[in-house]
Structure formats: structure tokens, C-alpha cells
């Protein structure tokens, strides 16, 4: 027992120096280091949300981008949230309590943070993304399932998935999970609007 507790304790600590030396590079850190030490400081979820909306304008939205939403204290990066906007005021998302649905844009409007990201591919890959993100609408949500295409999902895991199938790769880190903080270190997407609460 004093073995396993000490194992863990140095692999804690060694996860605390590894993203602290990302950082101090200005590299993004490994994702299990990342999940590590947040979970340490007691940042789990989503974080706290805002009390204050922010100004993210989703007027700038066009069928195929995706929302990022994140909050101080979330465990999973800066961005903890995102969801696929395929028009007609509908975002492809997901909680644990739902599943995947849908839901307005404008529930992004209470994170800290937001941001509306535009994928560069051509109509027919977007289509073809949003029809696949689309067709997982009460599939469950599962936060630790691999990347692999297997029907449990994630806000990022589908959104990636569903590029993924069209010849985009939307996780430049290549981790095991994909994070929403992935998105936006992206090389094939194009920030459309970044904004944050004051």
C-alpha cells in the first residue's frame, strides 16, 4: 500500500512538472498531464460559470463552424465545451445528462470564455460533417472513450470524428482524447470570434 501511494504521489508531482515546463515554453501541455494537474488543484468540469454573459457574436456563425466555451476552473483546458452550429439556430452538443442534442447558440453566451471557429474545408466536407454530427442526435455521452469511432461520445470526440471522416484532422496534439483546446491550436481552422467576460 505505502508503494502504491507513493507511486502516485510521484507521478502527480511528475505530471505538475511536465505541465509546468509546457508552459514555461509556451508549448500546450500533454493531455494527461494537463487532466492530472488540474485534477490535483480540484478544477473538475466545465468550471465555474459566468454570472455575466459574454459578448460572443453569433451572427458570425455559419452552418459547420464550432463553439468553444470555457470556464475558470474547468479540468479539461482552457475551453471546456464545444459544439457544432449547423444552422437554423441549432448547435450539435452534448452533456452527460442528455447525450447528444441540440440546443441555441446562445447558451454559449454563459461561459467565461467563447469562441466561433471556422474549419477550412471545402462545402461538401462540411456538409458531410454536419450530417454525421447530426445523425448521432441521442447517442450517450461517455467522457473517457478513446477516440476510436464507437457511438460513445464527447463534445469534442464527435466534432472530430466527423472531420476526421472527411479528410480533416482537427487535433494537432494527437492525443488519446481530444480536448476543445484542440480546436483552436488547430492549423485547419480560421478564429472567427474570441471573446471573454471582464
Known amino acids: ?20 515546463q509546457y508552459e514555461k515554453e509556451e508549448k500546450y501541455p500533454p ?6 494537474s488540474n485534477a490535483i488543484q480540484g478544477n473538475l468540469g466545465n468550471g465555474t460559470f ?6 460572443l457574436d453569433l451572427k458570425l456563425l455559419e452552418p459547420g463552424d464550432i463553439i468553444l466555451g470555457g470556464n475558470p476552473g474547468g479540468s479539461y483546458g482552457h475551453y471546456t465545451h464545444a459544439g ?3 444552422g437554423n439556430n441549432q448547435v ?16 454559449y453566451h454563459r ?10 474545408g471545402d462545402q461538401k466536407q462540411i456538409e458531410e460533417a454536419i ?14 472513450t478513446p477516440k476510436t469511432e464507437n457511438g460513445l461520445w464527447y463534445c469534442s470526440k464527435l466534432i472530430w470524428v466527423a472531420y476526421r471522416k472527411q479528410g480533416i ?5 494527437n492525443s488519446y482524447w481530444v480536448l476543445p483546446d484542440a480546436f483552436i491550436h488547430s492549423p485547419h481552422v480560421q478564429i472567427i470570434d474570441k471573446t471573454e467576460v471582464a
Open 1 to 20: 500500500m505505502l508503494v502504491t501511494t507513493a507511486a502516485i504521489f510521484l507521478f502527480v508531482q511528475y505530471a505538475v512538472f511536465v505541465k509546468k
Open 31 to 36: 493531455t494527461w498531464a494537463l487532466l492530472v
Open 50 to 55: 459566468s454570472s455575466t454573459p459574454n459578448n
Open 84 to 86: 457544432l452550429y449547423i
Open 92 to 107: 450539435v452538443t452534448m452533456y452527460t445528462s442528455t447525450g447528444v442534442y441540440l440546443e441555441p447558440p446562445e447558451a
Open 111 to 120: 461561459y467565461h470564455w467563447a469562441a466561433i471557429l471556422r474549419v477550412k
Open 131 to 144: 450530417k454525421y454530427c447530426s445523425s448521432q442526435l441521442g447517442a450517450p455521452f461517455f467522457i473517457l
Open 169 to 173: 484532422d482537427l487535433d494537432p496534439f
